[in-house]
């Protein structure tokens, strides 16, 4: 077996940015205008455009984290190994149970566009971490046996979802205003905190003034 190389990795981390650089730019409200400014059709679809792309562009990467030389650093046994896949399980189940509170046509970006404003949908999920998905990835990303270029890679992916949920939620400031700041303040971002935790009602209330807040957005760009 080959020894890996600073030079292997910093190849795969450099591929891992550059995908995560082009996935931030291609998500961004800049580039979505731009592209309905000059290429009206596929604004049309720019969702189902958006998601061909971004599974393109992760193929590289992926394909060269397991390609590479690699040192094991750890490998989950017996008590450790069973709490670990039951962790991950846990949080693949909870990912495909949360998909019942989206649309899958418009996340997937097969259903036809339409004019709706958007809605602030806070599903018992979101009630805990304010990132649900990304923190159900952590989860199984951090409980898999591990490798240096995995490791390379799940370093690079834990930095990235903080980061994007940052710059994610600066739109979703500005979309839903007073209701999703409060959000902020009440649910953690990432990782369950004591205290910081919604119940039915006290989604349903933020939901209902973020709509309060689209109207009158909307209202204020009527000519």
């Not at 205008?33 to 599974?55: D, E, G, M």
């Not at 199984?140 to 980061?163: E, G, K």
């Amino acid at each position: 077996m080959n020894t890996p190389t600073f030079f292997d990795h910093a190849v795969l981390a450099l591929l891992w940015l550059g995908y995560f650089a082009a996935h931030s730019l291609l998500a961004s409200l800049r580039v979505k205008t731009w592209v309905a400014q000059h290429w009206p059709t596929i604004s049309r679809r720019y969702r189902l455009w958006f998601n061909v792309v971004a599974v393109a562009l992760i193929l590289p990467p992926a394909i060269v984290m397991h390609t590479i030389p690699t040192a094991s650093l750890w490998t989950w046994t017996n008590g450790a190994a069973v709490a670990a896949n039951g962790l991950a399980l846990a949080a693949l189940a909870a990912f495909f149970w949360s998909l019942r509170f989206y649309n899958s046509g418009e996340f997937l970006g097969t259903a036809p566009p339409t004019n709706q404003p958007a809605r602030f949908v806070l599903s018992p999920l979101h009630g805990v971490v304010r990132h649900p998905w990304y923190s159900l990835a952590l989860i199984i990303i951090w409980t898999r046996d591990m490798n240096s270029a995995f490791c390379v890679s799940a370093l690079l992916f834990t930095l990235y979802f903080y980061v994007g949920s940052i710059w994610e939620e600066r739109k979703l400031c500005i979309e839903f205003g007073a209701a999703y700041r409060e959000y902020q303040s009440r649910v953690a971002r990432l990782i369950p905190w004591p205290g910081k935790i919604l119940n039915a009602a006290e989604r349903q209330t933020l939901e209902e003034s973020a709509v309060v807040h689209v109207a009158q957005q909307s209202a204020r760009r009527q000519p």
